[in-house]
C-alpha cells in the first residue's frame, strides 16, 4: 500500500468511502454487513487505514455499519472520516445534536477527520450564517479533541469555494473534490486545485472513476490506453491519473464488491504516475468523451450582454452539459436551487439576440427550453 504524509500521520493513498456499500435485494438502506465485514477485513489486511463515511449515506445506515464493523479492530489501527450534512438545509441549526449522535452511532469517542458536507451553491450562505453556530462549534470540538483534523468536501464552483475559504479558509486542514480525468476540466476540477494550492490544503479525492463511468470505457478509448500500458486496466488509469496530482493525499473509493476492493488495492501497492503522453491521451479521450454529449461553450460571455433578461448563460449551459452527459444526478438541480426565478432557463424568451453573437453558433434558446422541461423549474 501506498502511504502519503499528512502533517505527523501516514494515510493510505486509497481510502474506503461507505457510500456505495453492497447491498441486500438492491434496497441502498439494507447494507449486505457480512460482504461489508469481508471488505473492511480485506481492507485492513492490505494496508488500508483510512475510512469516510456521512450521515446521509446508504439512508442514514452506513455510520451505524462501519461503526459496528470497524469497532472489531484497535482504534489506534484506523482513521474515522465522516461530514456535518449541511447538503440539508433543515439540518443547518442541529449542528450538537447531530454531531453527539454521530459519535454515538459510530462508537467511537472522537473523529480522526471531520467535514463540513458538500458546500455548493444551495448551502454557502446558511453555512456562512454565524447565527447557526455551526463553525463555531466544530472548532470547539476541534480543541477538545474529538475532531482531530477539520476540513470540507465541495461540489460546488470555484467561486463557492473562495467565499468558504475567505471565511474559514485558514482553519480547513483538508478539502474533499470530485477529481478525475473527466471533471479536470468539466467541473474545473484544475482550477480548485490551484485554488486550494495558494491556501496550502490538500486535497482528498471522490468520485475517482466517476460512480463508474471510468472503469468501463468503450473499446475505442480503452484500445488506445492498452496501447500505452498493456499491463494496465481500464479502472487503475483514472487512479493512475490522480497519482499524477502532486497535491493529491488521500483518494476515495465507494466499492461495492470483493472484486473492486482487491483491484484498486493492487493497484495502490505501486505508485505508478503517468508521463506527458499518457496524460496527453488520457485527458484527449476525456475531450472526446464529452465532445459527444455536450455543448461546446467555452464561456466567451459574448452572450450575456445581448440577453434581454441577463441571464448567466455561460453558467447555465455549463449546468445543462453537466445534467447531460451525467444523465441526471444532483449537481444540476442543487446549483439552481440558489437561483432566483427570473434567472433559471425558463426565463429565456426565446429571442435568439444571444446566439446571434455565439462564436460556437449554439442554439441557446433552444438549450434553455429543453433544460428548464427536465428541471421542470
Same mark, same amino acid.
Given at each position: 500500500?501506498?502511504?502519503?504524509?499528512?502533517?505527523? !500521520?501516514?494515510?493510505?493513498?486509497?481510502?474506503?468511502?461507505?457510500?456505495?456499500?453492497?447491498?441486500?435485494?438492491?434496497?441502498?438502506?439494507?447494507?449486505?454487513?457480512?460482504?461489508?465485514?469481508?471488505?473492511?477485513?480485506?481492507?485492513?489486511?492490505?494496508?488500508?487505514?483510512?475510512?469516510?463515511?456521512?450521515?446521509?449515506?446508504?439512508?442514514?445506515?452506513?455510520?451505524?455499519?462501519?461503526?459496528?464493523?470497524?469497532?472489531?479492530?484497535?482504534?489506534?489501527?484506523?482513521? !474515522?472520516?465522516?461530514?456535518?450534512?449541511?447538503?440539508?438545509?433543515?439540518?443547518?441549526?442541529?449542528?450538537?445534536?447531530?454531531?453527539?449522535?454521530?459519535?454515538?452511532?459510530?462508537?467511537?469517542?472522537?473523529?480522526?477527520?471531520?467535514?463540513?458536507?458538500?458546500?455548493?451553491?444551495?448551502?454557502?450562505?446558511?453555512? !456562512?450564517?454565524?447565527?447557526?453556530?455551526?463553525?463555531?462549534?466544530?472548532?470547539?470540538?476541534?480543541?477538545?479533541?474529538?475532531?482531530?483534523?477539520?476540513?470540507?468536501?465541495?461540489?460546488?464552483?470555484?467561486?463557492?469555494?473562495?467565499?468558504?475559504?475567505?471565511?474559514?479558509?485558514?482553519?480547513?486542514?483538508?478539502?474533499?473534490?470530485?477529481?478525475?480525468?473527466?471533471?479536470?476540466?468539466?467541473?474545473?476540477?484544475?482550477?480548485?486545485?490551484?485554488?486550494?494550492?495558494?491556501?496550502?490544503? /490538500?486535497?482528498?479525492?471522490?468520485?475517482?472513476?466517476?460512480?463508474?463511468?471510468?472503469?468501463?470505457?468503450?473499446?475505442?478509448?480503452? #484500445?488506445?490506453?492498452?496501447?500505452?500500458?498493456?499491463?494496465?486496466?481500464?479502472?487503475?488509469?483514472?487512479?493512475?491519473?490522480?497519482? #499524477?496530482?502532486? #497535491?493529491?493525499?488521500?483518494?476515495?473509493?465507494?466499492?461495492?464488491?470483493?472484486?473492486?476492493?482487491?483491484?484498486?488495492?493492487?493497484?495502490?501497492?505501486?505508485?505508478?504516475?503517468?508521463?506527458?503522453?499518457?496524460?496527453?491521451?488520457?485527458?484527449?479521450?476525456?475531450?472526446?468523451?464529452?465532445?459527444?454529449?455536450?455543448? /461546446?461553450?467555452?464561456?466567451?460571455?459574448?452572450?450575456?450582454?445581448?440577453? /434581454?433578461?441577463?441571464?448567466?448563460?455561460?453558467?447555465?449551459?455549463?449546468?445543462?452539459?453537466?445534467?447531460?452527459?451525467?444523465?441526471?444526478?444532483?449537481?444540476?438541480?442543487?446549483?439552481?436551487?440558489?437561483?432566483?426565478?427570473?434567472?433559471?432557463?425558463?426565463?429565456?424568451?426565446?429571442?435568439?439576440?444571444?446566439?446571434?453573437?455565439?462564436?460556437?453558433?449554439?442554439?441557446?434558446?433552444?438549450?434553455?427550453?429543453?433544460?428548464?422541461?427536465?428541471?421542470?423549474?
Amino acid at each position: 500500500m501506498i502511504y502519503k504524509e499528512f502533517q505527523d !500521520l501516514k494515510l493510505s493513498a486509497l481510502g474506503m468511502g461507505a457510500m456505495r456499500l453492497p447491498t441486500i435485494g438492491g434496497d441502498d438502506s439494507k447494507i449486505d454487513t457480512a460482504l461489508s465485514e469481508k471488505m473492511v477485513a480485506c481492507a485492513m489486511e492490505k494496508g488500508v487505514n483510512y475510512y469516510d463515511t456521512a450521515w446521509g449515506y446508504h439512508g442514514e445506515q452506513s455510520e451505524l455499519v462501519m461503526g459496528k464493523l470497524l469497532s472489531k479492530y484497535p482504534r489506534e489501527n484506523y482513521y !474515522l472520516a465522516t461530514k456535518f450534512p449541511g447538503y440539508d438545509l433543515s439540518n443547518m441549526d442541529k449542528v450538537e445534536t447531530i454531531f453527539e449522535r454521530q459519535l454515538e452511532k459510530c462508537g467511537v469517542s472522537y473523529f480522526d477527520f471531520y467535514l463540513f458536507h458538500n458546500v455548493c451553491e444551495m448551502n454557502i450562505d446558511a453555512y !456562512l450564517d454565524e447565527t447557526y453556530g455551526i463553525f463555531d462549534y466544530l472548532m470547539k470540538q476541534k480543541e477538545n479533541g474529538r475532531i482531530r483534523h477539520l476540513g470540507f468536501s465541495a461540489h460546488g464552483s470555484c467561486e463557492v469555494m473562495k467565499r468558504f475559504l475567505d471565511a474559514y479558509g485558514k482553519h480547513m486542514e483538508f478539502c474533499q473534490i470530485q477529481m478525475n480525468y473527466l471533471d479536470w476540466t468539466f467541473q474545473d476540477a484544475k482550477g480548485k486545485v490551484e485554488l486550494l494550492k495558494q491556501h496550502h490544503i /490538500p486535497v482528498w479525492v471522490m468520485e475517482p472513476v466517476r460512480g463508474g463511468k471510468l472503469a468501463r470505457l468503450p473499446q475505442q478509448y480503452a #484500445s488506445r490506453l492498452n496501447a500505452l500500458r498493456p499491463d494496465e486496466t481500464v479502472p487503475a488509469w483514472a487512479f493512475r491519473f490522480l497519482q #499524477s496530482i502532486d #497535491s493529491v493525499v488521500v483518494t476515495l473509493s465507494g466499492m461495492s464488491d470483493m472484486e473492486q476492493m482487491e483491484e484498486n488495492i493492487r493497484t495502490y501497492e505501486e505508485d505508478r504516475p503517468l508521463n506527458q503522453q499518457e496524460m496527453d491521451t488520457l485527458l484527449g479521450i476525456a475531450d472526446e468523451m464529452l465532445g459527444k454529449k455536450t455543448l /461546446p461553450c467555452t464561456a466567451c460571455r459574448y452572450c450575456i450582454s445581448h440577453c /434581454p433578461q441577463e441571464l448567466d448563460i455561460p453558467a447555465l449551459l455549463a449546468l445543462y452539459n453537466e445534467h447531460c452527459f451525467t444523465e441526471g444526478g444532483f449537481i444540476a438541480s442543487m446549483a439552481l436551487s440558489s437561483y432566483e426565478k427570473e434567472k433559471l432557463p425558463g426565463a429565456c424568451v426565446g429571442c435568439r439576440s444571444c446566439e446571434a453573437v455565439c462564436p460556437q453558433q449554439i442554439k441557446i434558446s433552444e438549450a434553455m427550453s429543453d433544460f428548464s422541461e427536465m428541471m421542470k423549474m
